[in-house]
């Protein structure tokens, strides 16, 4: 009975046609966006932004995600390719609630890493400020994710708006924004050694991360 449906990918609005022989002009695709005022100070430079953040000068390169951390997000995926690097590389989680980040240190023995930090909650005007901060954006959605056919993650536009290079699960649906090795490295989703290859590549080519930025 509704006049019209905004939908934020197109695999969702080709499910809703499917299930509800719904006329497709009916539906308007409009991905998510990112509030600009939410970005972080394009003035600052990465280790500016940094010095205010509270970041150890010892960590010579920061990987960050941010978001939930329920199940099919891949927080537990990304913790298990931290395992892969020295401490030089810092890994930011920002976000989950202090039960929801104690069972996911329990599932992983994230606290036996000291490349690991979880910072919580962050005030969405806040977050910004640590995307820009970051040498890599992480977007590690899991291959089992009950959503992965038609999610359209708000971070993925925030990444992409901080202009920092975002490694990603290479899922069908991100491909209608993503494109491997133009605006993102794509990589195996639920695959630790093949997200933190996709990692290291970004770190270790410096043209290439500011291609896909």
């Not at 806040?126 to 994710?145: E, F, H, S």
């Not at 202009?163 to 991100?174: G, H, K, Y």
Request: glycine content about 6%; overall charge negative; hydrophobic content about 40%.
């Amino acid at each position: 009975s509704c006049d019209g449906i905004v939908s934020i990918t197109h695999s969702l609005k080709s499910a809703i046609i499917d299930k509800y022989n719904i006329d497709e002009s009916d539906i308007y695709v409009a991905p998510d966006g990112v509030r600009t005022k939410w970005l972080g100070e394009k003035s600052l430079s990465k280790k500016e932004m940094r010095k205010k953040l509270g970041i150890p000068d010892k960590y010579e390169k920061v990987v960050l995600y941010s978001g939930g951390f329920s199940p099919g997000k891949g927080v537990e995926i990304l913790i298990k390719a931290a395992a892969e690097f020295d401490e030089k590389v810092m890994f930011y989680f920002l976000g989950g609630a202090p039960k929801t980040i104690n069972e996911v240190k329990q599932m992983t023995n994230a606290d036996q890493l000291s490349n690991v930090e979880f910072a919580g909650f962050v005030p969405p005007r806040d977050i910004g400020m640590y995307q820009a901060a970051a040498d890599v954006l992480i977007l590690p959605n899991t291959a089992d994710y009950n959503l992965k056919d038609y999610t359209s993650p708000l971070k993925l536009f925030e990444y992409m708006a901080a202009e920092r290079p975002i490694v990603a699960s290479d899922l069908s649906v991100f491909h209608e924004i993503l494109r491997h090795e133009q605006n993102c490295v794509m990589v195996k989703p639920s695959d630790p050694q093949a997200l933190a290859e996709g990692i290291r590549r970004v770190l270790a080519n410096n043209d290439l991360a500011q291609r896909i930025s």
